[in-house]
């Protein structure tokens, strides 16, 4: 994606009120950590203390100061051993809160960037999980991860090292101002004057570091995406013997990824050395006018040298901040590209008072219906297909034609350009979307299996069906036979993508699903292509009993598979070509015949 695209879709609104929004139900425990880091620096600054009681009263003679006999076991009449043994007491105790604090502080911190990072990641899934299937066709998976993955943890980091750093040394730098200010108004006024200078070049740093930052993270998802693909894509590269141009798919990336990463460490490494130097200026412009006035008599030289350290004081929060402003940079990067997927508003629309249908019947029509996918030339024009409860309907058609973006659009995972599609009677935009998908079985041409066992890859058809349930449907779907043969059975674990079953192995467990599945309407996208003549026999088979009962669309290329259906719609070039049921097709003579002729000759042939 360039980077205009990303410029023109991120959000307007800044890091903190994003930042804000994901922090904002942890508000209690930021405020815990807050009051820790306080309780650390105050025990920091108190720890010299019990060491200069030991030096000043108890060994030598000053008075203690009046405060500290307020404090029980400093009674102004107790033995310096007694002081000398509070003293010590007190070190310890300053040591332990101060401890207890730091941990609080550390553990808090920690949870507080780790849950947020927790959020974020299940909010990105969520939503990519309701986005429509278009947006998959235009986004690389390796990519979204990268994503899911990088930026998130960038943002982690960024809550867990910088949030409240920079508030902490927001609040630094105003105390000591304000202290400046008090101690010599002139000199205070000469600092704030570099401020402008500062805050101008960090802006424009930030920004630039933003621009790289961009680029850097770019190229970091095309490497993960290459990656990706690649290990996803082994069976294909080993076939082809593919390996090296895969290799050098990944130098290329990988050295832009390089290269990018040096380029914005390049302008990253500027940043302290100049912010160092517009101090230094300014310290020495303090310097300068300090010893004028000393040398007036206007200044005293101690005054001069409170105010420089104050000046070294107030500076070490202005460095860091500076340098937060990269970490600032680069989660506000991660941020926009976390954005960016939670902005994508390709969801398909569910109306508010969407019904969930009562049990389908099955009636299915396509009412004028236009679909395009991108905006781009047309897929679908004008389709008008009518699907009577229990039909058996069979599509064919040269390959492209619309035929399987035609039964994409009946559960929705396309919502039609123009025209309307209706179940029952009632348009499908008016189904909830689990109500419509829901009765709604799928068989496609490549079964995919997830990793686990046989028995939860069936149960996938419907999550809560009984073991019974299970292997009932695994017997209709003539599955039972080789799974039993399987080293353990049901129990069987079937790789990601199921590489250890056969594909007529694979679709009898799809068939499975479907059968347990048990919905009104059964799409069949090509379930048999891929199968030779034996598996297929069996896979038709199984697929006979599931069709019983339901309203079946069958697509497919041997017309076998179609021939005796209720009606045959042939679909090219995105309208309906020819529509009636084998018979009328044959003796209207044009695709369908013509299709029927090849295909007979073909068998003909073969045997
Ligand atoms: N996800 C997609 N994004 C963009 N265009 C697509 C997408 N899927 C399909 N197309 C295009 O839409 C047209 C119809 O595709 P479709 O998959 O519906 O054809 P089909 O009839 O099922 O073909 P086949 O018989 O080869 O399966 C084709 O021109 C194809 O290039
Ligand atoms: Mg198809």
Redesign the pocket.
């Known amino acids: 994606m360039s980077q205009k695209h990303l410029k023109q879709k991120a959000p307007a609104s800044g890091l903190a009120t994003l930042v804000f929004k994901q922090v904002k139900p942890y508000t209690k425990w930021l405020v815990l950590i807050f009051i820790a880091m306080l309780v650390e620096t105050i025990m920091g600054l108190a720890a010299p203390w019990p060491l200069k009681i030991i030096i000043d009263n108890v060994i030598g003679n000053q008075p203690l100061p009046l405060w500290i006999t307020w404090v029980k076991g400093f009674g102004a009449q107790g033995s310096r051993m007694a002081w000398a043994a509070s003293a010590a007491i007190l070190l310890v105790v300053i040591t332990i809160v101060g401890a207890v604090a730091g941990y609080v502080n550390s553990y808090f911190t920690e949870s507080v960037s780790q849950y947020v990072a927790n959020d974020v990641r299940l909010q990105v899934y969520h939503h990519l999980q309701r986005l429509s299937?278009?947006y998959y066709?235009t986004h690389q998976i390796g990519k979204i991860l990268s994503t899911i993955t990088t930026d998130v943890t960038t943002m982690q980091d960024f809550v867990s090292n910088s949030l409240l750093g920079i508030l902490i040394d927001g609040m630094a730098i105003l105390g000591i101002l304000g202290l400046m200010f008090y101690l010599n108004f002139n000199f205070a006024l000469i600092v704030l004057s570099v401020t402008p200078f500062l805050i101008f070049f960090v802006t424009k740093f930030k920004k630039r570091v933003k621009v790289l930052m961009h680029e850097l993270r770019n190229d970091q998802s095309n490497m993960f995406a290459v990656l990706q693909q690649g290990l996803e894509s082994m069976r294909v590269i080993n076939a082809f013997g593919s390996q090296e141009v895969e290799e050098n798919k990944l130098k290329k990336v990988s050295l832009e990824t390089v290269q990018a990463a040096l380029k914005t460490r390049r302008l990253k490494s500027m940043l302290s050395p100049v912010v160092s130097i517009m101090v230094s200026v300014c310290i020495a412009m303090v310097l300068w006018r300090g010893a004028g006035l000393v040398l007036k008599n206007a200044l005293t030289i101690g005054a001069l040298t409170v105010f420089l350290s104050y000046l070294n004081k107030f500076f070490s929060p202005v460095k860091d901040l500076a340098k937060m402003a990269n970490a600032v940079a680069q989660a506000t990067v991660s941020l926009e590209r976390i954005q960016l997927i939670l902005k994508t508003d390709t969801i398909i629309p569910e109306k508010i008072d969407a019904i969930k249908p009562m049990s389908f019947k099955g009636e299915i029509v396509f009412k004028n219906v236009t679909f395009s996918?991108?905006s781009g030339a047309k897929?679908l024009r004008d389709v008008n297909i009518d699907i009577q409860p229990g039909q058996r309907i069979g599509i064919c058609?040269p390959?492209?034609?619309?035929?399987?973006?035609?039964a994409s659009l009946i559960p929705r995972f396309y919502d039609a350009t123009g025209g309307q599609i209706l179940i029952d009677g009632i348009d499908i935009t008016l189904y909830t979307l689990e109500g419509l998908r829901g009765q709604i079985g799928f068989v496609l041409q490549d079964t995919v299996l997830f990793y686990g066992s046989v028995r939860e890859n069936i149960a996938y058809g419907r999550m809560k069906a009984t073991e019974n349930e299970i292997l009932e449907a695994a017997k209709l779907a003539n599955a039972d036979e080789f799974i039993e043969k399987m080293p353990h059975g049901y129990d069987t674990l079937v790789g990601e993508r199921g590489v250890t079953l056969s594909g007529g192995q694979r679709q009898r467990i799809g068939i499975a699903r479907a059968i347990l599945r048990n919905s009104p309407i059964l799409i069949l996208d090509?379930p048999t292509a891929a199968l030779d003549t034996e598996s297929e026999k069996v896979v038709m088979e199984a697929l006979e009993k599931l069709m019983k009962g339901r309203t079946v669309i069958t697509?497919a290329?041997r017309l076998s598979t179609i021939s005796h259906s209720d009606k045959i719609i042939v679909?090219k070039d995105g309208v309906v070509a020819e529509e009636g049921n084998h018979q009328d097709l044959i003796r209207l003579g044009k695709i369908y015949a013509e299709l029927y002729h090849i295909q007979s000759h073909q068998e003909a042939d073969k045997s």
């Open positions: 299937l278009s066709d996918y991108q897929v058609g390959t492209g034609g619309g035929k399987s973006t035609v090509e697509i290329h679909i």
